[in-house]
């Protein structure tokens, strides 16, 4: 994709310009041919030789016209060997000069320097759409392993967290025999629950990515149904009314990351809400090639800007943490890797009243696809927030 940022005026192709370069050299060389040809005819002309019937071969002559044309026709080949190889060679390298360049930021980028950017000068061809498309690209690149570099430092440090806690625990008891096991145990199961719950998330997480997953025919609205009857409980406990509705909304996909998806945000619309008398509304709709999951939820007014980073990895978003149930950071990043992994969008708008809105939008099923049934290893529902 070319980079947005770049805004060229329309060109001449490449092409186009090889083809009028080419053309004006065999002109050129053309008019030489015939300014040579016209100069030998002038010259035996003015010598009397007679050029109709039979040319050249009768007439008074101060020298044979075939072997003054014949020498004077070998010096302009040669000159024009030479001067085609020169001028070709030059107009080849000015057209190539282009790739040169092109070359030399991929044999850049794959020396690892992934800052560099051609920025090729001048107006719109297909060498420069070729360089705006690879620095777009580099960009893309540069970007993504500047997120994987920080994921893995933020899992690393998240997973750190419960390890050091349980060797401090374990030191404890170590050291003060006496101290109630009961107490220490629980603990120890709290926080190993939790290493657990962030190491399937991660896995989860990176199966998402890689779309490692075998598609088939799921219904968005039947997912629903599944995942509030699972969180009814979490909700009534908080005392949160949660009302569903919708149409069939059938997609292509995995059933169990599709599952996980409409889970972790139904979850996250329970634990992020009011202390009571809450809302969440979970509806799904149908349109012209797409459907629609769109989940809302009461609660404190946010930010624009805090609601932009909830979708990054670990970004838990302090405000609206409870903490009873604080997460590991993952559901919403889970959430936009699946839809990302079926070819959907994820957007996250703050209600006016208070509270979220996140609507995730999928392609729809194509028609005649509800018996495809796919064979994809079930995946443990993680609920993350």
Do not use: C
């Not at 072997?67 to 302009?76: D, E, K, P, T």
């Not at 750190?160 to 374990?170: D, E, G, V, Y």
């Not at 998402?208 to 409980?233: G, M, N």
């Not at 708008?349 to 028609?367: C, D, E, H, I, K």
């Amino acid at each position: 994709m070319r980079d947005p940022t770049v805004n060229r005026a329309p060109g001449l192709s490449v092409r186009l310009k090889l083809t009028l370069s080419y053309a004006g050299f065999l002109m050129v060389a053309g008019a030489l041919m015939l300014a040579a040809v016209w100069a030998v005819q002038a010259r035996y002309l003015d010598d009397g030789v007679t050029i109709g019937g039979l040319p050249w071969l009768g007439g008074p002559s101060r020298s044979d016209p075939l072997r003054g044309f014949g020498l004077a026709a070998a010096m302009v080949m040669a000159f024009l060997l030479v001067f085609g190889l020169l001028g070709g060679w030059i107009l080849a390298g000015r057209m190539l000069a282009p790739l040169d360049r092109i070359t030399d930021a991929v044999r850049l980028a794959a020396n690892g320097s992934l800052s560099h950017r051609i920025r090729l000068p001048g107006r719109g061809d297909e060498f420069r759409e070729l360089a705006d498309t690879f620095d777009a690209m580099l960009a893309r690149i540069e970007t993504n392993v500047a997120e994987q570099q920080r994921f893995a430092a933020n899992a690393s440090h998240e997973l750190r967290t419960p390890l050091a806690i349980t060797q401090t625990l374990l030191d404890v008891a170590r050291n003060d025999p006496n101290r109630d096991a009961g107490e220490l145990v629980e603990r120890l199961h709290f926080v190993n629950a939790r290493a657990i719950d962030l190491t399937e998330a991660l896995l989860l997480l990176s199966r998402a990515d890689q779309r490692s997953f075998t598609r088939e025919y799921v219904d968005l609205s039947l997912l629903v149904e599944e995942a509030t009857e699972t969180l009814l409980p979490l909700a009534e406990k908080r005392g949160l009314a949660i009302e569903t509705s919708g149409d069939l909304t059938p997609t292509i996909g995995s059933r169990a990351l599709l599952l996980q998806l409409t889970t972790n945000l139904v979850h996250n619309a329970i634990v992020h809400n009011l202390p009571d008398q809450g809302r969440v509304w979970v509806t799904t709709s149908v349109h012209p090639g797409t459907v629609v999951l769109r989940v809302e939820n009461t609660g404190e007014k946010l930010l624009p800007q805090l609601v932009s980073t909830l979708v990054e990895p670990f970004q838990r978003g302090t405000e609206r943490i409870r903490t009873d149930h604080a997460g590991v950071g993952l559901g919403l990043a889970i959430v936009k890797s699946i839809a990302q992994a079926h070819d959907g969008t994820l957007a996250l708008t703050p209600r006016p009243a208070g509270g979220l809105r996140v609507t995730v939008q999928l392609p729809a099923a194509p028609p005649h696809t509800e018996g495809l049934r796919g064979d994809a290893s079930p995946l443990p529902t993680i609920v993350q927030n």
